[in-house]
């Protein structure tokens, strides 16, 4: 998984639970249907199991989808649970979720954006 600082992909999160039987075929149908968004985009698309032991990532990179797995032997991943379908990550909250932290760090630095005056 490929995440470079001030790059223009998005990260999208299926809150809740997702059947990890599923591969590309079927995460990608997700995506569209569910999500209302495109599989094609290059964006990623973060998905989770009922255990909360196993991460997939699904992208498309130039010529083909890529899934991305990750299964905890130890320890849950602290996955949000929202009403919404699908939810908007930063790639920063991307990293917590997948380093065991929840995507809500109240102690982090938040971001600062200045206008220039002249």
Known sequence: ??????????????????????SINGLSLIVQEAFGLNPLSGHLFVFCNRQKNIVKVLYW?????CLWHKRLEKDRFQWPESSA??????????????????????????????????
Do not use: C
Not at 9 to 18: M, R
Not at 61 to 65: C, I, K, V
Not at 88 to 108: F, V
């Open 1 to 22: 998984m490929l995440l470079m600082p001030g790059s223009d992909i998005k990260v999208f999160l299926a809150p809740g639970v997702t059947d990890m039987r599923k």
């Open 61 to 65: 990179d130039r010529n083909g989808f």
């Open 85 to 118: 379908n699908v939810v908007s990550l930063t790639h920063r909250e991307l990293m917590w979720l997948i380093d065991g932290m929840e995507i809500i760090q109240p102690k982090a630095h938040k971001k600062l954006s200045y206008k220039m005056v002249g």
